[in-house]
């Protein structure tokens, strides 16, 4: 009897102790709706080469322009290359209004010019987008975007 009773408590122990070294699935699935969700409403927006607040200016160049905010008004961004740079702890809907229960989530975006195959770096924009949950562990998602002309 008294085996089993040391084979029993060193089996819980053994248990508790994984089960507060393990991540929380359910905080890391939270993580990754943040970064798809951010990822999809960056592949929302058209690439292209002008800034169509002003299509007669300079090529649009990587970050906000002057004025733009996520949630601007009456200049949101409208590219995803505005996105570069862009982070917010709290999570926030693309109107800025805060999402509830996510005050303790982060995300941030990260543009840059990027060749792939045929396309030249000029043409190519390579997304990062990494969320980070409560836990600490972060969740990453890449996009691609290939400039078109207006």
Do not use: C, H
């Amino acid at each position: 009897m008294l085996i089993i009773s040391i084979a029993v408590v060193s089996l819980v122990k053994a248990l508790s102790q994984a089960a507060l070294w393990s991540a929380d699935p359910t905080l890391q699935r939270q993580t990754l709706a943040i970064a798809e969700s951010l990822i999809e409403e960056i592949d929302s927006q058209p690439y292209k080469q002008k800034d169509p607040y002003n299509p007669g200016g300079p090529n649009d160049a990587i970050g906000p322009e002057p004025g733009e905010t996520r949630a601007g008004s009456p200049l949101p961004f409208d590219n995803p290359n505005d996105y570069s740079g862009y982070s917010e702890t709290g999570i926030v809907a693309p109107d800025g209004s805060a999402v509830a229960g996510l005050g303790t989530y982060s995300a941030s975006v990260v543009a840059t010019q990027q060749a792939m195959g045929n396309i030249p770096a000029a043409d190519g924009l390579l997304v990062v987008v990494t969320a980070i949950g409560p836990d600490g562990q972060p969740v990453t998602m890449t996009t691609f975007r290939a400039m078109y002309a207006p």
